[in-house]
């Protein structure tokens, strides 16, 4: 499947070439093969040619046979065998059946091994960067924080495959979001397809037909999918609904090492107290601004929302085909979104959630005592400001959504943009974009007395409670595998630009492939990354829904900043507290 097919060729990484570990492995390949024919004593050496051989078919999702090895080694039939052998009673090569009856099997480089060659590839490269200069590393970086030296020198391995393959009758069946990350899931299937050892089927839909399918599926007698993924503020509502199994009923919740998902990412994950989904994808809505742009009329980057306004009227120049800012303002979902973190932005959560250090709290939802607070002053004053944004706003802006804020900036016809981490692709893997490598990224600016948020969103995956069974620890085993440290590096590697886990964020490799992860991080350490602003109850799409109706009614004229809020919160009211019969 072509990713990103009508949307720009440029957001492939694997059109961009290989992975460091494919560079390095290639460099040994052929320094090896030049050594050998320059100098008639030298010999092939079966123990590199054969590692060399199998990392690559682990690498290249390609299945590595016996016969293959043995042939990759180089040296007489005899000796390879006896070579093969004690890699394997060495524990450097696992075996997978690949017949019910075991007599046929493929090789796959062990966690031993790939560890090994994760210390060899960094050593490698560090030795040709010192010997013949290279490109400056990921320490150099000026940033610091505590434990952030140690962290980044973590490089994590590539995937290993599964001791066993995953036995579910028709393959595994996975329903996701048709957004950037989980398509390079669906590019990356045949090497999942391997790791897993049985056939993945995705099915991906839009925002809003993924959560009709998912609500449609729980309602079946047995669920069509192993794995759903649902965004963040659905969790309450599938908690409640029964649609998900609580995840410390299907499994040991340690063995997804909790302590490494952004904080935020991960409490967003739960309901009452347990958790439903395991973050897939952490990424936050920020603030994406052109710093060429800024730097050519002095400007500093935008903290308040007065500061945005002003760099917005100043970079705002029709005339010359640019505007100043582009944001969610299609109605309904799109729209609603906005008027929710805007009222964040200005201190206010849709919901009377109690004030806490850092921002509001969220762990008594499940309970239900919250009711809408969107009628008050803040919420006007953010009103307010999306109605002072709107003159520095193209002028499609009211039917810009998702996808059409972030393609005009990428084109070079905005000068700021709010927008998810999983769209920067369209600008950063695209050198011919004027914002490829001067974009800067801030949490959204506040006004003064509001602490500024990055507010949290993305996918997490979990498992429907409608699941058969014996299907149950299958799913199970492929969560882990897809919610890893190696598959999230993976997908970065492949152009996503999510991340829900501290240690891919830290990876070299990681840093190195976009400044987004080391300014992510740097706001998840100062507690920026925050949820509350969509808080995950029940009620949230339809709060969502009627924002986005009654403030675009605001937008277009058809009533006033009061109107807009005392209507919604007039609907939000009778949304959560419906007329007694």
């Known amino acids: 499947m072509n990713v990103m097919k009508g949307h720009g060729d440029s957001y492939l990484m694997s059109r961009q070439g290989k992975t460091d570990l494919l560079r390095i492995l290639s460099f040994l390949e052929d320094i090896g093969g030049e050594i050998e024919s320059s100098v008639e004593l030298f010999a092939p050496n079966p123990y590199l040619r054969m590692t060399l051989h199998l990392i690559r078919g682990h690498l290249e999702a390609k299945t590595v046979t016996p016969t293959s090895l043995i042939g990759a080694s180089q040296v007489p039939y005899a000796t390879a065998n006896r070579r093969l ?4 009673d060495d524990g450097l090569i696992e075996q997978r ?30 030795l040709a960067e010192t010997r013949f200069g290279g490109r400056k590393r990921a320490a150099d970086s000026k940033d610091y924080y505590f434990g952030g030296s140690y962290m980044s020198a973590q490089s994590i391995p590539p995937l290993t495959v599964l001791p066993e393959p995953l036995k579910v009758a028709g393959g595994l069946r996975v329903l996701v979001h048709g957004d950037p990350t989980f398509m390079v899931m669906e590019n990356l299937k045949r090497q999942f397809e391997q790791v897993i050892g049985t056939q993945i089927h995705q099915r991906a839909f839009s925002i809003d037909r993924l959560r009709e399918e998912a609500r449609r599926n729980a309602d079946r007698k047995a669920s069509r999918y192993d794995i759903i993924a649902l965004d963040l503020p659905w969790v309450g ?28 990412g991960w409490q967003a994950a739960h309901w009452g107290g347990r958790p439903y989904g395991v973050p897939a994808q952490t ?31 100043v970079l705002h120049d029709p005339q010359r085909g640019r505007h100043g800012v582009a944001w969610n303002a299609a109605r309904g979902t799109a729209l609603g979104h906005t008027v929710l973190m805007t009222m964040a932005d200005f201190g206010q959560p849709v919901l009377n959630l109690p004030e806490i250090a850092g921002g509001f709290g969220t762990d008594h939802l499940a309970d239900g005592n919250y009711h809408p607070t969107i009628d008050t002053e803040n919420g006007l004053r953010a009103a307010e400001f999306l109605m002072e944004l709107l003159k520095y706003s193209p002028p499609d802006i009211l039917s810009m959504s998702w996808y059409e804020r972030v393609r005009p900036y990428a084109a ?36 003064p007395g509001a602490a500024q948020v990055a507010p949290v969103g993305g996918y997490v995956m979990g498992i429907p409670a409608n699941l058969p069974p014996e299907r149950v620890q299958a799913a199970v085993e492929a969560l882990i595998v897809f919610t890893s440290p190696e598959s999230q590096k993976l997908f970065v590697q492949n152009g996503s630009r999510t991340n829900p886990r501290y240690s ?22 100062r507690d920026e990354l925050q949820f509350w602003p969509r808080p995950p109850v029940p009620e949230i799409c339809d709060i969502i829904q009627i924002c986005g109706e009654e403030f675009h009614d605001m937008l277009r004229g058809f009533s006033t900043p009061p109107q807009a809020l005392r209507r919604a919160q007039t609907r939000a009211d009778a949304l959560m507290r419906p007329p007694k019969t």
């Open 85 to 88: 052998r004690q890699m394997t």
């Open 97 to 126: 059946p690949r017949t019910k009856s075991g007599k046929s099997f493929s090789l796959h480089p062990s966690e031993k091994l790939l560890d090994q060659w994760m210390q060899l590839s960094g050593r490698v490269e560090r």
């Open 237 to 264: 509502e599938f908690a409640d609904k029964g649609i998900l199994m609580p995840l410390d009923e299907a499994m040991d919740i340690a063995r997804l090492d909790p302590a490494d998902f952004h904080t935020a």
């Open 283 to 313: 990424t936050p809505e920020l603030l994406f601004y052109r710093r060429d742009l800024f730097a050519e009329v002095g400007l500093e980057p935008p903290t308040t929302t007065d500061d945005l306004l002003y760099a917005a009227s």
């Open 412 to 447: 070079g016809s905005i000068a700021m943009a709010y927008g998810y981490t999983l769209l920067a692709p369209y600008f950063e893997l695209d050198e011919s974009s004027p914002a490829c490598g001067q974009t800067g990224y801030l949490p959204h600016p506040a006004v």
């Open 504 to 525: 891919v964020g830290s990876d070299p490799e990681v840093r190195r492939a976009s400044p987004i992860f080391e300014a992510v991080d740097a706001m998840s350490w």
